[in-house]
T-cell receptor
């Protein structure tokens, strides 16, 4: 079965600093999803990457997919307190969106 | 457009009891998936329903079951509750669940505590 490893497990950054979260898969990535979760709440969709080398940005968040390395990275520029939460990567080994395997998550704290 | 609605938000049960959780997907979405989230195991896939049929299943014991109704609303049931079933149960919906580029929309979850 597919496994996703995220690093780091937790991160504390000062407001205004940049940060990167990595997600590495044990198998070929057909699609990679990034979600954000506030503690005890549901997941909010951030981005979905399908093709190797694909890069997407939304506001101050950029995600890239390196198909050869079976890895994705999520980069936040000029972090803000609103970026705090748990970031989860998810992937599907069946080629559909119906059964995702998720990484262990990266807990991000942004200090003032 | 209303999001994915899960009820109840919080639930406290004792060992041996059974519990039913409900999920109403976004209007028009026909695929509903269920996930269990615990601090130790993270977020794990339980099962997925489409057109009232279970289409995918995760590695959970038979005590975990679900169903989907004709209006796409879904319920999951856990029988003979164990302490380890304490978790946040999340429901997600999508149009068909059959295309890789479909987004999964998650509900806020049901926090189940088993005492």
């Amino acid at each position: 079965s597919q496994e996703l490893e995220q690093s780091p497990q937790s991160l504390i950054v000062q407001e205004g600093k940049n940060l990167t979260i990595n997600c590495t898969s044990s198998k070929t990535l057909y699609g990679l999803y990034w979600y954000k979760q506030k503690y005890g709440e549901g997941l909010i969709f951030l981005m979905m990457l399908q093709k190797g080398g694909e890069e997407k940005s939304h506001e101050k968040i950029t995600a890239k997919l390196d198909e050869k390395k079976q890895q994705s990275s999520l980069h936040i520029t000029a972090s803000q307190p609103s970026h705090a939460g748990i970031y989860l990567c998810g992937a599907d080994s069946t080629g559909t969106a119906s059964k995702l395997t998720f990484g262990t998550g990266t807990r991000l704290q942004v200090t003032l | 457009k209303a999001g994915v609605t899960q009820t109840p938000r919080y639930l406290i049960k004792t060992r041996g009891q059974q519990v039913t959780l409900s999920c109403s997907p976004i209007s028009g979405h026909r695929s509903v998936s269920w996930y269990q989230q615990t601090p130790g195991q993270g977020l794990q896939f339980l099962f997925e329903y489409f057109s009232e049929t279970q289409r995918n299943k995760g590695n959970f014991p038979g005590r975990f079951s679900g169903r989907q109704f004709s209006n796409s609303r879904s319920e999951m049931n856990v029988s003979t509750l164990e302490l380890g079933d304490s978790a946040l149960y999340l429901c997600a919906s999508s149009w068909t669940g059959a295309n890789l580029n479909e987004k999964l929309f998650f509900g806020s979850g049901t926090q189940l505590s088993v005492l």
